[in-house]
T-cell receptor, first 113, second 110 residues
Framework: KAGVTQTPRYLIKTRGQQVTLSCSPISGHRSVSWYQQTPGQGLQFLFEYFSETQRNKGNFPGRFSGRQFSNSRSEMNVSTLELGDSALYLC????????????FGQGTRLTVV | QKEVEQDPGPLSVPEGAIVSLNCTYSNSAFQYFMWYRQYSRKGPELLMYTYSSGNKEDGRFTAQVDKSSKYISLFIRDSQPSDSATYLCAAYTGGFKTIFGAGTRLFVKA
């Protein structure tokens, strides 16, 4: 069974640009959550999607957005990038969205210069 | 105050030692408590989860939750160099949002 796939693995962007990250969950999993991981703040919850609906959102500015498609694949978008957005972005999938058994991808390392 | 607090370490122990990793939390609504292990350049992987108070054992790992003191622990027996990683505690209320601790970096020396 294939795991959670995140693309791309590494990304370098310039301040002010926008970026789109992709996450393909484990087959059959309908819940996808996104997290930002930085050395100073740890893992911070961005949002959770289930069957194309956002069910919860973390405390991030509106520049961070996401969506989920009918095949459960998810994308997150960050507009007007800031230096502080440099981080590892992780997505996790679970079957029912209970998040007690979430499986993480390897993440996308975003560097904003 | 963060909802889940965890000492970032690092924690360094000799091979074979018993390791104790701890977290505290502030939200009484948390019902599920998880421990994840994250190796360098990898995503976190779930080690185990517990519901409410009590202990749960899986091989060399034991997770313990004390809801009265809002304390979460992970014990690793007979620690191995391969256990060297960052350990993240997490808590979940059931509202489709998991809160993670900062993670504790563990080094097990051969």
């Amino acid at each position: 069974k294939a795991g959670v796939t995140q693309t791309p693995r590494y990304l370098i962007k310039t301040r002010g640009q926008q970026v789109t990250l992709s996450c393909s969950p484990i087959s059959g999993h309908r819940s996808v959550s996104w997290y930002q991981q930085t050395p100073g703040q740890g893992l911070q919850f961005l949002f959770e999607y289930f069957s194309e609906t956002q069910r919860n959102k973390g405390n991030f500015p509106g520049r961070f957005s996401g969506r989920q498609f009918s095949n459960s694949r998810s994308e997150m978008n960050v507009s007007t990038l800031e230096l502080g957005d440099s981080a590892l972005y992780l997505c996790a999938s679970s079957s029912l969205g209970a998040n007690t058994e979430a499986f993480f991808g390897q993440g996308t390392r975003l560097t904003v210069v | 105050q963060k909802e889940v607090e965890q000492d970032p370490g690092p924690l360094s122990v000799p091979e074979g030692a018993i390791v104790s990793l701890n977290c505290t939390y502030s939200n009484s609504a948390f019902q599920y408590f998880m421990w994840y292990r994250q190796y360098s350049r990898k995503g976190p992987e779930l080690l185990m989860y517990t519901y409410s108070s009590g202990n749960k054992e899986d091989g060399r790992f034991t997770a313990q939750v004390d809801k009265s003191s809002k304390y979460i622990s992970l014990f690793i027996r007979d620690s191995q160099p391969s256990d060297s990683a960052t350990y993240l505690c997490a808590a979940y209320t059931g509202g489709f949002k998991t809160i993670f601790g900062a993670g504790t970096r563990l080094f097990v020396k051969a």
